[in-house]
């Protein structure tokens, strides 16, 4: 009887992994890929349907274009995993059964116990949620005035931050929409933790775009008007997005398997592997241990190298071979911010920091290339007017 293999998740590393098994099994187990939405989600061009809608069709890819005939799907939520009786509980209370399970689920959006943010501000972990802030932008648009302009709020100034203000400020130029937008950041400038020559090109093209940048003082408290910065700055705005954190999903809370205690992310071995030899987990779902201190960065690079290394992997657990270890290498940092871009130590590039043509390039290509990685050469064509 051939072993079980489940996947969780449609992310990056869930997508990634489904079609590196395939390739390596060749039909050697039975292979059931679980996810919540029925597509995959370019998530790191998700931003692009805050100024425009009509680009879902392009970044989001049904799961029948990238799986193998034989390979089973079921759209459902995972409940629990239940790592004794080796068994995937769903919402409906129905159960897959496992021999090895791989998961990449991804992670839910941090509000860091911060009163009324939860409950007030959009997030941007989804392709709904990225369409329920162009509706929401559009409709606080309508209701301003060039006297009265909307206030927008975006809480965090990390990736997600900072491109989502892009795509709105852009979305305003374009409709000559009487929008203001604000960029909180509770450490001490853009894109924390990174290289200066980095931030520096990140703020100048934010304040270009007439992004009020506002660093320093972290959001203490939301209501449904206004978000208090700090011990006395208070911000009013019609739309608030908060884009601060990740932790880890509800399912994987309560599972038998060592997490981090503060943010509910599953430990695994360079391997992937858990403390269950049976259960292999990567992605952000993932605390992935790595040479040295920190464990690989919860980024759509790391999980698309990652996924590659995992279903291969996979294939060799199911024939009891010695497993392979992965190490992350960055191949530098691309961000968008509207229709121009800023790259940062980039392999193979002699220069540091730049943007312009080249920068905005290589953001496309990025994102293609990973289309035509699962979906292949037809779908990235067709994505890359828009990227």
Request: hydrophobic share 40%; proline share 4%; aromatic share 6%.
């Amino acid at each position: 009887m051939s072993d079980k293999v489940v996947v969780l998740g449609a992310g990056y590393a869930g997508a990634g992994a489904i079609k590196s098994l395939e390739d390596e099994l060749n039909g050697e187990a039975d292979v059931t890929w679980i996810s919540d939405t029925d597509y995959h989600l370019v998530l790191h061009e998700s931003h692009r349907c805050i100024r425009d809608p009509t680009i879902q069709d392009k970044i989001s890819i049904p799961v029948h274009e990238i799986k193998e005939p034989t390979t089973k799907f079921v759209q459902a939520t995972v409940a629990d995993i239940d790592t004794d009786d080796r068994e995937v509980v769903l919402d409906d209370d129905s159960t897959v059964d496992y021999d090895y399970l791989l998961v990449g689920i991804g992670s839910q959006t941090a509000f860091f116990g911060i009163d009324g943010l939860e409950e007030h501000a959009h997030t941007l972990k989804s392709l709904g949620d990225a369409l329920g802030i162009h509706d929401a932008v559009q409709q606080a648009a309508r209701e301003a005035s060039q006297s009265d302009p909307a206030q927008v709020v975006v809480g965090g100034a990390g990736l997600s931050g900072i491109q989502a203000s892009g795509e709105i400020a852009k979305f305003r130029d374009e409709h000559r929409a009487p929008i203001d937008i604000h960029l909180v950041e509770g450490l001490d400038d853009v894109f924390p933790g990174n290289d200066p020559e980095l931030q520096g090109a990140l703020r100048k093209r934010l304040e270009a775009r007439d992004v009020n940048i506002m660093c320093g003082d972290f959001i203490g408290e939301v209501d449904e008007e206004t978000v208090y910065i700090g011990d006395e700055e208070e911000l009013d705005y019609d739309v608030l997005i908060w884009t601060g954190g990740i932790t880890g999903r509800d399912c994987v809370r309560d599972v038998d398997l060592e997490k981090d205690e503060r943010n509910h992310r599953i430990h695994s071995e360079g391997d992937f592997q858990t403390e269950d030899d049976r259960v292999f987990a990567i992605g952000d779902c993932a605390l992935i241990e790595q040479p040295g201190d920190q464990p690989a960065p919860p980024t759509a690079q790391a999980a698309w190298q990652a996924a590659e290394v995992a279903g291969e992997n996979l294939a060799r657990a199911v024939r009891s071979q010695p497993l392979k270890t992965w190490t992350h290498k960055d191949k530098g940092t691309v961000i968008s911010v509207g229709d121009e871009a800023v790259a940062h130590d980039v392999k193979g590039v002699p220069i540091d920091t730049f943007g312009g043509l080249p920068a905005e390039l290589l953001k496309k290509g990025i994102a293609t290339n990973w289309i035509n990685d699962v979906a292949g050469l037809g779908r990235a064509l067709k994505a890359w007017p828009d990227m």
